[in-house]
């Protein structure tokens, strides 16, 4: 399946892959999607988030989550492992001087006592060692505060770009066959974490909502959104060589000379259990 999916890594390849994104900290402000704008809406709404509220997030890359939010006033603690996409972060959020960007994982952190209103990981809580992920959301919360997940991932829905089934010839002739039970999640069935969540015993969704936009992509700006995730940085050159090669020559024969790829992202808002 071209891209990623619908993340599910062993241990051993999330310790491994999850540091790929340093390599590609320069480019992956401008290649990753925007989250649409109605989910900050409706994460606000959901966790009851009021002026002066104190949100912590895990794994804010270059900011493409944290923005939004900033924009909106709250105060936001960001943490990042990565040296360079903590300081793209910086960069990309230096007129928000109630944003802090920590240059530390969620597992190794030391909160110091602090509470926040709010715990999110955009596209990133996949990354979070799921073995004490979310007792450490649990201490870190304020009693009644909220964990919000989501990410962006590839759908694709019935009447969708036949290109991407069609690219998955040259990923199995480069040794990236995808696995025997993948598949391209279509809208209104995406896969949610409402049981991994709930069966902690700490939290209880109380929204999980879907969001699905398209974007429309030429062979330059589809591959430099490839060269983002941790499955294709990963790739030896000369498997990128061919798959970026045969992408071109394939995009450049359309008549439009673009490819259409949907989204979809849910949100997941789960309320701390205080009892």
């Not at 892959?17 to 809406?41: G, I, M, N, Q, W």
């Not at 944290?66 to 006033?73: F, M, S």
């Not at 490819?259 to 701390?272: S, T």
Request: glycine share 10%.
């Amino acid at each position: 399946m071209s891209g990623p999916g619908w993340y599910q890594h062993t241990p051993a390849a999330r310790d491994r892959l999850k540091v790929t994104f340093e390599s590609r900290a320069a480019d992956y402000h401008a290649a990753r999607p925007d989250y649409p704008a109605e989910l900050y809406e409706q994460l606000a709404a959901a966790a009851g988030l009021g002026p002066g509220a104190r949100l912590l997030e895990v794994g804010c890359g270059t900011g493409k989550a944290t923005i939004p939010l900033a924009a909106r006033g709250f105060e936001i603690t960001a943490l990042e492992p990565g040296p360079r996409l903590a300081e793209a972060a910086r960069a990309n959020l230096a007129g928000y001087d109630r944003v802090s960007v920590v240059p530390a994982a969620f597992e190794n952190w030391e909160p110091a006592g602090e509470r926040f209103d709010l715990i999110y990981a955009a596209t990133a809580w996949h990354w979070v060692d799921p073995a004490v992920g979310y007792d450490l959301a649990w201490r870190v919360l304020r009693p009644g505060g909220h964990l919000a997940i989501w990410g962006a991932g590839h759908v694709l829905p019935d009447d969708g770009d036949p290109f991407f089934r069609q690219i998955q010839d040259v990923y199995d002739e480069i040794g990236e066959s995808a696995p025997a039970d993948s598949y391209f999640p279509k809208p209104g069935g995406l896969p949610t974490d409402r049981i991994a969540i709930e069966s902690s015993g700490l939290f209880a969704v109380t929204l999980a909502t879907e969001f699905i936009w398209a974007l429309d992509y030429t062979a330059d700006q589809y591959i430099a959104l490839l060269d983002t995730f941790s499955s294709h940085i990963d790739m030896a050159p000369w498997q990128r060589d061919r798959l970026y090669g045969e992408i071109t020559r394939r995009i450049a024969a359309r008549p439009d000379n673009t490819v259409r790829r949907h989204w979809g992202a849910v949100l997941q808002v789960a309320r701390r259990l205080d009892g």
